[in-house]
């Protein structure tokens, strides 16, 4: 396994396209039902918020070292401005945001008690955008453009990934590698990226055939390879680590890493946080991808969205053997 280059990742810019969030955390305790209906009463002990969507796949590449900056859209409210600030603390740049009176800031609160996801409430606006404001996207898309050595688009179905925005972004970034995490209903657009990260279930209703077996994942995996053009494909398998789809017909499977799993929410955003950020300082699709099956490992045995840090991923690196089955090729 070739050591992360910690200058090369300084020097890596990575510019994510998508839909922002804001993710609230109420952390509390369950002690008795309620009276009113049977449910848990959750006595809330603290509560916490953290950048989520696309901004917490910028918040995992700044935690790696490397230069992120953020196009999406916000609300005009105070969800938006939370948002904006916990970003930019962070270090993130946030020239490239939006903001859109018509709709609010997208949140999502998750209500966790003793380690234990209760409920989660979303409020969001998930019709697409004007064509004013997609208009006013693409500007501080354009305007940001230079010096990236990294592209993500994080399509969450909230209305800020249209077809039109697939196509120019890839039209616009040719030469630079595009990294996306798909959304089902977008299937055909993503044709001319780089590689995607869809989970098995998304792969699987995007071809039209559900993954149950080996022959299942390797049928899923080359369909999606010729539709699209790809130079590379994960298919991440849950407890099972991920599969590696290459444009020369090779295919691998990594095992999970993750010595215990508490929650697996924002994991498929740290899997293309550092697939993105580790091609961006010059390790190859392999290696890349072993190294982000690595650090899906460590977020997943923390409760909440946590953002992966460089000083943990190379820790792990040192104690994991990196087991890499090549299945065909």
């Given at each position: 396994?070739?050591?992360?280059?910690?200058?090369k990742?300084?020097k890596?810019?990575i510019?994510?396209?998508?839909?922002?969030?804001?993710?609230?955390?109420?952390w509390?305790e369950?002690?008795?039902?309620?009276p009113?209906?049977p449910?848990?009463?959750?006595d809330?002990?603290?509560?916490t918020?953290v950048?989520?969507?696309?901004?917490?796949?910028?918040?995992?590449v700044v935690g790696?070292g490397?230069?992120a900056?953020?196009?999406?859209?916000?609300?005009?409210?105070?969800d938006?401005a939370?948002?904006?600030?916990?970003?930019?603390?962070?270090?993130?740049?946030?020239?490239?945001?939006v903001?859109?009176?018509?709709?609010?800031?997208?949140?999502k609160?998750r209500?966790?008690a003793?380690n234990?996801h209760?409920?989660?409430?979303?409020?969001?606006?998930?019709?697409?955008l004007?064509?004013?404001v997609t208009?006013?996207?693409w500007?501080r898309?354009?305007?940001v453009?230079?010096?990236?050595?990294?592209?993500?688009?994080e399509d969450?179905?909230?209305g800020v990934?249209?077809?039109g925005?697939?196509?120019?972004?890839?039209?616009l970034f040719?030469?630079?590698?595009?990294?996306?995490?798909?959304?089902?209903?977008h299937?055909?657009?993503?044709?001319?990226a780089?590689?995607?990260?869809?989970n098995?279930?998304e792969?699987?209703?995007?071809?039209?055939?559900?993954?149950?077996t080996?022959?299942?994942?390797?049928?899923?995996g080359?369909?999606?390879?010729?539709?699209?053009?790809?130079?590379a494909l994960?298919?991440?398998?849950g407890?099972?680590?991920?599969s590696l789809f290459?444009?020369n017909?090779?295919?691998?499977?990594?095992?999970?890493?993750?010595?215990?799993e508490?929650?697996?929410?924002?994991?498929?955003?740290?899997v293309?946080?550092?697939?993105?950020?580790?091609?961006?300082?010059?390790?190859?699709f392999?290696?890349?991808?072993?190294i982000?099956?690595?650090?899906?490992?460590?977020v997943?045995?923390?409760?909440?969205?946590?953002?992966?840090?460089?000083?943990?991923?190379k820790e792990?690196?040192?104690d994991?053997?990196?087991?890499?089955?090549?299945?065909?090729?």
């Amino acid at each position: 396994m070739k050591s992360l280059d910690e200058k090369k990742l300084q020097k890596s810019r990575i510019l994510i396209i998508g839909d922002l969030m804001l993710d609230k955390h109420l952390w509390g305790e369950v002690e008795r039902i309620s009276p009113e209906a049977p449910v848990p009463v959750v006595d809330v002990i603290r509560e916490t918020m953290v950048p989520g969507g696309a901004s917490n796949v910028a918040n995992n590449v700044v935690g790696l070292g490397a230069r992120a900056v953020v196009c999406g859209v916000i609300g005009r409210d105070s969800d938006g401005a939370l948002l904006t600030s916990l970003l930019q603390e962070k270090g993130i740049e946030t020239e490239g945001l939006v903001e859109d009176a018509s709709r609010p800031t997208t949140v999502k609160t998750r209500v966790i008690a003793h380690n234990q996801h209760v409920v989660r409430i979303d409020k969001e606006k998930r019709s697409p955008l004007s064509g004013e404001v997609t208009s006013a996207l693409w500007e501080r898309i354009r305007a940001v453009r230079d010096h990236i050595s990294g592209v993500i688009i994080e399509d969450y179905g909230k209305g800020v990934v249209t077809p039109g925005l697939i196509k120019d972004v890839i039209s616009l970034f040719q030469g630079v590698p595009i990294a996306v995490d798909p959304k089902e209903a977008h299937y055909l657009m993503y044709k001319g990226a780089t590689v995607m990260t869809p989970n098995h279930h998304e792969a699987g209703r995007m071809y039209g055939k559900r993954i149950e077996t080996r022959e299942d994942l390797l049928t899923v995996g080359d369909g999606i390879m010729k539709d699209l053009s790809l130079q590379a494909l994960i298919i991440t398998l849950g407890k099972d680590g991920m599969s590696l789809f290459l444009r020369n017909g090779e295919v691998f499977l990594i095992p999970t890493v993750a010595r215990e799993e508490f929650d697996v929410t924002g994991a498929g955003d740290t899997v293309i946080a550092v697939l993105s950020t580790m091609l961006a300082a010059g390790l190859d699709f392999g290696q890349a991808s072993a190294i982000s099956n690595v650090a899906a490992g460590i977020v997943v045995e923390q409760p909440g969205v946590v953002p992966i840090g460089l000083g943990q991923l190379k820790e792990r690196l040192k104690d994991e053997r990196i087991i890499i089955e090549k299945v065909r090729g």
